[in-house]
């Protein structure tokens, strides 16, 4: 259960670091609104910030040995945007390859009781 809320985590925080979706902003109060004032963001730790990057790189970044390898085409955009994911944050080794193995196999965990669901349809 755990692992399942990791890569939730580990999902949005990639979907905003590539800019696929927004953080949701807080919407402020009435008495905020009355008053005038906005509300202060929440600052986020440089230690919450490390933490979670490492769950990042735990779950994604970590390089893979891919046996019985086929293709998968990416537009130029994405992929040079995972690219300079897995340049910037991964460790030596880190490569594209298992980068996106890593979260086609995190998707599909994810989502394997709806999908299961679905193909009865």
């Known amino acids: 259960m755990k692992e399942k809320d990791t890569n939730k985590t580990d999902r949005a925080f990639l979907d905003v670091y590539l800019g696929e979706?927004?953080?949701q902003e807080a919407e402020p109060s009435e008495q905020a609104v009355h008053a005038g004032s906005a509300p202060t963001p929440k600052r986020i730790s440089t230690k919450m910030r490390r933490s979670t990057?490492?769950?990042?790189k735990r779950t994604f970044l970590v390089p893979a040995?891919?046996?019985d390898r086929r293709a998968v085409y990416l537009s130029r955009a994405t992929q040079e945007?995972?690219?300079f994911v897995v340049r910037r944050l991964g460790d030596r080794g880190?490569?594209?390859s298992s980068f996106v193995e890593r979260i086609v196999r995190a998707h599909l965990e994810d989502y394997a009781e709806e999908i299961e669901e679905w193909r009865k349809l």
């Not at 990057?53 to 990042?56: G, I, Q, S, T, V």
């Open 81 to 83: 945007r995972a690219d």
């Open 65 to 67: 040995k891919l046996t």
């Open 53 to 56: 990057l490492e769950a990042y």
């Open 94 to 96: 880190a490569n594209l």
């Open 21 to 23: 979706t927004r953080p």
